[in-house]
């Protein structure tokens, strides 16, 4: 599996490490305490809301998942607030860039 | 350990010039052998080149268009943090004993690829340097129940004092509602809020002990050094409303010179963004957390450039891989006492801070004459 090429497809995929039992984010193929090889799982959608600010009419906000990873993505709709659970509605590769658009729960 | 010091220096005025980086590099080269009458081409043992261009070779291609045939030729590049980093590999050449004079010289240009940190996708598509700053001054402003009117007093600062530095890229004086009023990018953050990228370029000469006399009558000595890279990413930051790596790097530094913050006379400090400059002061331990802006506004109101006396990244200009230097340069002519009308009076003890990403990295430098 690769991280890249499932996001393209619309897969949120998480790198795990199962002997030192951690998540690896960035996703690698490489755990980054012990090198071992990770293996791929399906990563949970939900999160909380770390932090926002908003351009133009956009809201973007810097989401934390499985307590753990961390990304930023643009809000579809209503107003956030901080701490607010949150879920990955959509993601995606747009110019080489990650995509994700957040949705309010 | 050997003392290094800072034996000459030569610098560029900041612009928006559609100069070829060669040529901006050569620039402030020139620059420097004109204020060094006893330099001769033959004492270089080694050039390091500052820059996040594109452009390949660039020590070597320096070295030749300047005559200089050194024994150690590279290039250094973190972001923006590749000024510092670049005199603390010609300080360890030195301390190390493989070099006894480098030359290190930063230069970028206006649309340096710097600015984009690609391989960060963590931010998504939010990878321009107005995000992360965003997000810092949210969380700043939150935390610390400061207001953007209360923030806007650093570009105002800033700029005034840029407006005694003649090779600033600001050339003019703002109000706090020029500030507030600038263009709106985001919620939480203006144009006036942002330093810009330019073109310039800043080079400084590095020497022993002893050779550094034979250049100058007024060595200013690097005494402290402190690095720390806590990531790469920015979301990887534990809070967005300090700098971890600052904090760590400043503490580095002080235990090498044996001082600690309240020895230090003048500082410059990378004010990427306003709200930079509190978090810094804050993370460097100036003052508590949270109470930057006061010691801003302190500053300002009694017009004492303790400071970014220069007009810090915001009044100067942000060109890349010049910064780092030419922050250095600055706390070398407040030492020497050659600042003009920016001289802080007195300054035995300097402070540079330079970081890169979102404070990922940083680097702190004590100075002393």
């Known amino acids: ?105 | 350990m050997p003392k290094v010091g800072i034996a000459s220096y030569g610098i560029t005025k900041f612009s928006k010039d559609d100069s070829k980086i060669e040529s901006v590099l050569l620039q402030s080269t020139k620059k420097l052998f004109d204020n060094s009458p006893n330099l001769s081409r033959n004492d270089i043992d080694a050039v390091i080149v500052s820059t996040n261009n594109n452009s390949k070779y660039l020590s070597a291609i320096l070295s030749e268009m300047s005559g200089i045939e050194p024994k150690i030729a590279h290039s250094v590049e973190s972001l923006c943090n590749s000024g510092t980093n670049a005199i603390v590999s010609a300080y360890s050449y030195i301390s190390a004993g493989l070099a006894d004079v480098v030359l290190v010289c930063g230069a970028e240009r206006y649309d340096s690829p710097g600015q984009i940190l690609e391989w960060d996708n963590s931010r998504g598509e939010f990878k321009h340097p107005i995000f992360w700053a965003s997000i810092f001054t949210k969380s700043y402003k939150r935390e610390f129940s400061v207001t953007d009117e209360e923030l806007a007093i650093v570009p105002v600062k800033n700029h005034k004092q840029s407006q005694n530095n003649p090779n600033a890229l600001s050339e003019k004086i703002y109000s706090l509602d020029d500030v507030i009023n600038s263009k709106k990018l985001t919620d939480d953050l203006r144009l006036h809020d942002c330093s810009r990228p330019c073109t310039g370029g800043a080079s400084i000469l590095l020497a022993s002990e002893n050779t550094c006399k034979k250049f100058t009558d007024n060595p200013i000595w690097i005494t402290g050094i402190g690095q720390k890279t806590t990531s790469a990413g920015f979301t990887k930051n534990i809070t967005f409303s300090s700098m971890e790596s600052t904090q760590i790097a400043a503490t580095s530094a002080f235990q090498m010179s044996k001082r600690n913050v309240t020895d230090v006379d003048v500082a410059e400090v990378h004010d990427a963004f306003s709200v930079c400059e509190p978090m810094a002061l804050e993370s460097l331990g100036f003052t508590d957390k949270g109470k930057g802006m006061d010691m801003i506004r302190e500053l300002h109101t009694t017009d004492n450039f303790k400071i970014n006396p220069r007009g810090g990244l915001i009044g100067t200009g942000h060109p890349i891989g010049a910064t780092g230097i030419a922050q250095t340069i600055e706390i070398t002519q407040q030492l020497q006492s050659s600042a003009n009308k920016r001289q802080v009076k007195n300054a035995k003890i300097g402070l540079v801070h330079n970081m890169s990403a979102a404070a990922t990295s940083s680097t702190v430098l004590v100075l002393e004459r």
Request: aromatic share 10%; net charge positive; charged share 30%.
């Open chain 1, 1 to 105: 599996m690769n991280f890249d090429s499932e996001l393209e497809k619309g897969n949120f995929i998480i790198a795990e490490c199962i002997h030192c039992k951690k998540i690896v984010w960035p996703p690698s193929e490489f755990c980054n305490k012990c090198f071992r090889e990770v293996s791929w799982r399906k990563g949970s959608h939900e999160g909380k809301i770390i932090e926002f600010s908003r351009q133009n009419d956009a809201y973007f906000c810097l989401v934390e998942i499985e307590n753990n990873i961390r990304i930023m993505g643009k809000i579809s709709k209503g107003i956030p607030i901080t701490g607010q659970q949150v879920k990955i509605e959509k993601c995606g590769v747009k110019d080489k860039s990650y995509n994700f658009e957040i949705s309010l729960m």
